[in-house]
Structures are given as structure tokens and as C-alpha cells.
């Protein structure tokens, strides 16, 4: 019973341009039928590039698909191409409904508002329903990342930040802070083997069946509540600016309909305002780590003060 199951399950992945986890195939959205191929990389171009990951909220399951005005253009590991950005961006999974928007098209929007960049390059990883163990070395997702900074590498690529949410998994009536904490800090080692790119962590830990607020089971409601706050302090306390490692927005604010559309994933208000977010923490980190870079390489004193 269980080997035509799985059959069945791998040949529908097939169809559908993505991967079942824990194969060495291809992981997230991988048709590229209509997508306009174009070159990953200009020499005459300032360029930021943004590696994201982790679970649903950063992947395909907004509200509504969106096209990004500016030139963003999305990255895909599964054949190491690039393709103008548009959603459901490649390389991160989907959901099987019309509700595929994500954060990552509206936040290059604005950082390109900003002036500071010409081009705005994502390469989306994250997948639904995931924990942190599964992106911790011998976690099924890690690999993922190796090889995304290496296929970006290919193409004369380097993160400018990695971009980290996840957390709506782990933050259960079972929740293990210290756990979460321990496997999150053994991904970030990993990572810095390969990547000396900063490190953004969001607080994000709510999801709600649909049209609920909040768990309105007597029996878990509190012990839910427990293990949302257990997770945003962990979440909170891997920050630490001297490996690179810094904080991200506080995506639980955004709540309410008008911020969810299921209860659990964003609106399309919801991706904007996570978008918005999303820039005020980057750019700081940006600049923090910059500051960071010319204080070590001028002995301790900052460059240009």
C-alpha cells in the first residue's frame, strides 16, 4: 500500500514542477513553461541578492500572486537559471490553489525604490510545513542552501543577505525553545562554511485555522500561547551581530483578516506590510554589517570617521 502511494505522490510532483521532501531531485516550483529566461548577472549592475527560507510564510501561500515592477529577477536552484520575477516565484513550493503571492516580489519593489540598487536578485528555498531540524545539518532541506549559494556562485552571484522565517512548526503546545535554538545555531555554523552573508531572523509563530484569531480550544489555547512566546524568544535570542546574525521583523503583529487570509498566511496587505518590514531590518543589517567589515579591516577603527 505504501509503495503506490508514493508512486503515485512522486509522479504528481513531477507533473506539478516540484519535488517531494526528502528526494534528491528538485525541491519547490520547478516549471519554467511561459517563464522569460534572462542573464543572473551584470557586471554594470548594482546588484542585491537575497537568499530566503524557512516555511510557508516565505514561500508561495500569500493572497494573491503579484509581478514586481522593478527589475527583480528570480533565481531558480533546480537548473541554476535565472527568470524575470514573478509569482509563484520558482524554487520555492506552491500550494495547490490560486493563493501563491509571496513576500519577496514586493520587497524588491522596495528596496529598488530606495535607489541604492539596480536589480534585485531572490533565490526563494523555503518550504511549507517545516522545522528548524530540517534545515539543521542532516535536516532533509540543508543541503538547499549549500547549494543555492553555489549555483548563485556559478553565475558570478553572492548573497548580500539570507533571510530566515520559519517557526509556526516548532511553536506548538510541545514547544523547545532551547531546542530550537541549539538546531538553528547548528544551521547558522553551517551556512558560515560557505557564506559570510548576514543573517536576518524573523519572529513569526502564528498560524490559525481559517476565520480564527486566535485557538479557541480550552484544552491548548494557553499551552499554545506558551509555546508561540517560547519560540519568539528563542527566535530573538540566536540574534548575535558579531557572527553576522541579525534581527528580522516581528511578522506576529500582522494578524487579524485584514492580515491573513486563511488565519495563517498573508493577505495581500499581509505580503506588503511583511515587505515593508522585511526592508527596514535588511537595511539596517546591511549597514550594520558594512560598519563591521571596515571596523575589522582598519584595525578597529571605522572607516570614515
Not at 524575470?84 to 520555492?92: E, F, I, K, W
Not at 540566536?238 to 488565519?263: A, C, K, Q, S, Y
Amino acid at each position: 500500500m505504501w509503495l503506490p502511494r508514493r508512486v503515485f505522490l512522486f509522479a504528481l510532483a513531477i507533473l506539478l514542477g516540484f519535488a517531494l521532501p526528502g528526494t534528491s531531485s528538485a525541491a519547490g516550483l520547478n516549471d519554467t513553461t511561459e517563464r522569460v529566461q534572462v542573464a543572473c548577472h551584470s557586471e554594470a549592475a548594482r546588484e542585491i541578492v537575497l537568499l530566503t527560507f524557512g516555511q510557508s510564510i516565505s514561500s508561495n501561500s500569500g493572497e494573491a500572486a503579484y509581478k514586481p515592477r522593478g527589475n527583480a529577477i528570480n533565481f531558480n536552484h533546480n537548473d541554476g537559471h535565472c527568470y524575470v520575477a514573478t509569482d509563484p516565484l520558482l524554487g520555492a513550493d506552491i500550494r495547490e490553489d490560486s493563493h501563491v503571492g509571496s513576500i519577496w516580489g514586493y520587497l524588491c519593489d522596495e528596496l529598488l525604490a530606495t535607489g541604492r540598487w539596480d536589480s534585485c536578485i531572490i533565490a526563494p528555498i523555503a518550504q511549507s510545513s517545516t522545522r528548524v531540524t530540517d534545515w539543521a545539518p542532516g535536516g532533509w532541506a540543508n543541503h538547499l542552501i549549500r547549494e543555492t549559494v553555489e549555483g548563485l556562485s556559478a553565475n558570478g552571484l553572492v548573497p548580500s543577505a539570507i533571510l530566515w522565517g520559519q517557526g509556526e512548526d516548532d511553536a506548538s503546545i510541545h514547544a523547545d525553545p532551547a531546542a530550537y535554538q541549539e538546531h538553528f545555531n547548528e544551521m547558522a555554523a553551517s551556512i558560515r562554511s560557505f557564506s559570510t552573508a548576514p543573517i536576518l531572523v524573523a519572529v513569526e509563530t502564528i498560524c490559525y485555522p481559517k476565520n480564527q484569531l486566535v485557538d479557541t480550544d480550552k484544552d491548548t489555547s494557553v499551552a499554545k500561547w506558551i509555546g508561540q512566546e517560547a519560540i519568539q524568544r528563542a527566535q530573538r535570542a540566536v540574534v548575535n551581530h558579531d557572527i553576522g546574525i541579525f534581527p528580522g521583523p516581528d511578522l506576529d503583529f500582522i494578524t487579524g483578516e485584514v492580515g491573513r487570509w486563511d488565519g495563517c498566511h498573508l493577505s495581500t496587505y499581509g505580503l506588503k506590510a511583511a515587505a515593508a518590514q522585511w526592508k527596514h531590518y535588511l537595511v539596517q543589517a546591511l549597514r550594520s554589517s558594512s560598519a563591521m567589515i571596515e571596523k575589522h579591516s582598519s584595525g578597529g577603527v571605522l572607516a570614515g570617521r
